[in-house]
């Protein structure tokens, strides 16, 4: 269930601080979401996914800065705009009510001494302050029980529910407002497995009540093949392939994708043992040459130290690579 484009990010390049010292954390990323998909980043810890997201939302904190790009948006009316170019009542207006964001860590970022239904209300309050009371508490009510939380826990404090709850609020608090994207950043690492999925398949349920978007990130590529339609790839700040999900599941065509595939046990299918990746993720103060996954590539040869590949499509289907494995590829022509 996809359609036009929502969210176009080209050439987008972040780093943190300036001058010599400064580290590229995202590098030329070219990635488009669509409507009603669910896009899947996947990467190692420092890899550039999370700094991807607050990027693009424009929720850096200093010394994060962008240096290039954009991040175009289609409103579902009106006319698309860049929001690397909005001013404050622009992003006040574009964050939350248009793209929400699940952070890390966010079940525990509710406030300990207000009841949720307050949280809940407070969001719709500073968003449309024009509505009574009255109908953002029923709005409340109705998002609590669309993300699978009985009404009489409105007045629960965040310390009287258990961690999925807590989960689940923060999702309902991010779709409250009825964004078009929105973006979960490791959302459930902190849950056990079962509860995981329960909540992940809740909301890929509610995705296909609603419309929205979905940019799913996470280290977890097993729970990505399940959940998402598309599965962008990142290493050492670049996307290294991109592809449906499905295909990238049966056929990953880079080293990197298989490694990050063979570090998760299947959910189906016959046992298999991990195999994981050899060494370290690269330090983005001093990148390795060439292709920056080479030193732990198993397939590295002549060409990978000296040459930065970029991402190319191999012949249709929706699938880009960035390897020296796949020149054709990667190239168009070379
Ligand atoms: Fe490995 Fe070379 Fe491909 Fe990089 S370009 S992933 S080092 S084969």
Not at 19 to 38: K, M, P, W, Y
Not at 102 to 121: C, D, E, K, W, Y
Not at 186 to 201: F, K, N, S, Y
């Amino acid at each position: 269930m996809t359609g036009a484009p929502v969210l176009e990010i080209t050439n987008l390049n972040v780093g943190y601080g300036l001058g010599e010292h400064a580290v590229r954390a995202v590098r030329d990323v070219n990635l488009t979401v669509h409507r009603g998909e669910v896009l899947g980043l996947a990467g190692e810890s420092g890899s550039g996914k999370s700094t991807l997201a607050y990027g693009l939302t424009r929720l850096l904190a200093p010394p994060g800065v962008i240096t290039g790009g954009t991040v175009v948006y289609h409103p579902a009316d009106g006319e698309p705009y860049d929001v690397l170019e909005l001013d404050d009542v622009g992003l006040r207006k574009f964050r939350w009510a248009q793209t929400a964001i699940v952070f890390q860590g966010a079940m525990n970022s509710l406030n300990p001494v207000h009841r949720i239904s307050a949280q809940l209300t407070d969001v719709l309050a500073a968003h449309e302050p024009t509505t009574s009371a009255a109908q953002r508490t029923a709005r409340a009510r109705e998002m609590l029980k669309l993300v699978g939380i009985s009404s009489d826990r409105m007045d629960a404090y965040p310390h009287q529910l258990s961690g999925g709850m807590r989960q689940r609020v923060m999702i309902g608090m991010a779709l409250i407002l009825q964004p078009q994207v929105v973006i979960m950043d490791e959302p459930t690492t902190a849950l056990d497995v079962v509860m995981q999925r329960q909540i992940l398949g809740q909301l890929i349920d509610l995705r296909e009540r609603l419309g929205f978007s979905v940019i799913f990130i996470t280290h977890d590529l097993s729970l990505l093949v399940e959940f998402s339609d598309r599965i962008a790839i990142m290493y050492g700040g670049r996307i290294v392939e991109e592809a449906p999900a499905a295909v990238l599941y049966q056929d990953s065509l880079h080293p990197y994708s298989a490694g990050l595939l063979g570090s998760f046990p299947a959910l189906r299918g016959p046992r298999r043992e991990l195999t994981g990746i050899p060494g370290s993720p690269p330090d983005l103060r001093g990148m390795p040459s060439g292709c920056s996954f080479h030193p732990r590539c198993p397939k590295a040869f002549d060409p990978c130290a000296a040459n930065i590949p970029v991402l190319g499509n191999p012949g249709g289907g929706g699938r880009t690579v960035a390897c020296w494995l796949h020149p054709v590829l990667s190239w168009g022509e070379v």
